[in-house]
């Protein structure tokens, strides 16, 4: 039997220089990148979309950059770690979403829209209303999402510096939020782009380099792992089977189940995944982008199970909750432990390196999320619903579809089409119906850097409250937001030609208003010792996720306003939107 490896703790005294001096390295080239990127276009194309020239590798890479974040690198491990067969669940949900995301939205969400989720909706469904529905939703399910990441930065940092303090988690909380201002008020799409492709290429080298010392460490021996972890989980053999976390009851069975609904469906209806398939050229390397991300992120999840096997079996589910009451640190102890141990040099190398990987993982996250919903507040809520759509401006691209000041729709030729194939007949390209005068590109993205100093500070604020919630969880509350209010509305508006504008607002709201209202009267905020307000009961809805509600509501919503709607849908805008979204003709 395998001698248990002594607790690690957090490297002390010196060995703390070397892993804030990488953190530093991450910090000064991430903002290079950022400076340097930002110098290139202040267009809104540039600011939205990074001039759409990315190829596919590299906007695979940085859709894996957006996806594995704070939640896959530290959160998923943590669960794993400390509920073994459960928490691989929630590794699979991450993975099978890309499925949806890969065979129903990918190419068309490309095609029809411009920079939004709300662009694809407008291209069909001409209301303002509309626009700020989709906008308003888009904000709410990034800001869900910053919070998990700024926590897990928190408790990777006070980890850093052995400290448990909640002062040194607030500090780091509110430095993200600076950085990733700062990420996009300067760089925009083009400079988070890089951001993440350099964090993704991080993140897979770090999380192989683990993978081939744990393997190691147990000569190959899968088996073997298992059982150590088994045996140091504090829960035998039941670490292993399911039923730790969520199957002791129908009420956790039930709950379970609603968190793999939200996550399975909660993809493809991500603002700033969405908007990433807009910095590519064409439909077709949006397709090949998405194809890319699959299997970085199957290439990853496999090491993570792993990794999270080897915090437990190595390092220990009690050291692990000791640590960090929700699992957030295992995979920086488990790199200590990897690494020689407490004391070693190798230790604190390996530590500080990994907990450098994490940290750049959150910026390039945050700094995404971010860009999505300042996109979100100024080109949807600002510029398209209050103030009126953007003007176009043909200089430097071609021109693109649009209705000139007297309402003709311009006609876009073959050539343009984002879809490629042989010549054709022009299309003729519908747009949102808008008044004239409307704000100029370059008024609307500095609305949006303003909103994007708004948003962060609000995302800062709410991330002190919920510090110790474990990260993974907090992205699967997103994940139900995004598949209850966005999703719905993404595949009513492309798949069903009687959808009409009513049907789109109330299947917004109809999924965004109970997925919000749920999650307030939940265990999450309430009644438990690791809520929000453990002081407080005030909770009646018994399941922490709320997707198996919010998400039916969403499509019932929409359904139920389609048929109510007096005004019926439009079968030509339909036509125009099916044919550019299947075809490219047209495309932005």
Known sequence: MRAATPPPVAPAGDHHDLAVVLFAVIVVVTLAITFLAGRRGSAAEDFYAGGRDFTPLQNGFALSGDYLSAASFLGVAGLIALYGYDGVLYSIGFLVAWLVVLMLVAELVRNAGRYTLADVLALRLRRRKVRAAAGGASVVVTLFYLVAQMVGAGSLVALLLGTNSAQARTWTIVAVGGLMIVYVTVGGMRATTWIQIVKAFLLIVGSVLLTVLLLVRFHGDIGELMRQAAQHSGAGRRYLEPGLKYGATFTSRLDFFSLGLALVLGTAGLPHILSR????????????STMWAIGLVGGFYLMAIALGLGATALVGSAEVRHANAAGNTAVPLLALVLGGGNGSTGGVVLFALISA???????????GLTLASSAAFAHDIWAGAWRGRPRRSGAGRGVRGG????????????SRRAGGGTAAEAVPVPVDDAPVGAVAEREEVGVARVAAVGIGAVAIVLSLFAQQLNVAFLVGLAFAVAASANLPVLLYSLFWQRFTARGAVWSVYGGLIPAVVLVAFSPVVSGTKVALFPGVDFHWFPLENPGIVSIPLGFLAGWIGTLTSAEPADPDRYAELEVRALTGAGAA
């Open 277 to 288: 398939f807009y910095t590519v050229p064409t439909a077709r390397a949006a397709r090949r």
């Open 357 to 367: 990987i994490a940290f750049a993982t959150i910026l390039a996250v945050v700094a």
């Open 403 to 414: 209705r000139g000041a007297r309402g003709r729709r311009a006609v876009v030729p073959a």
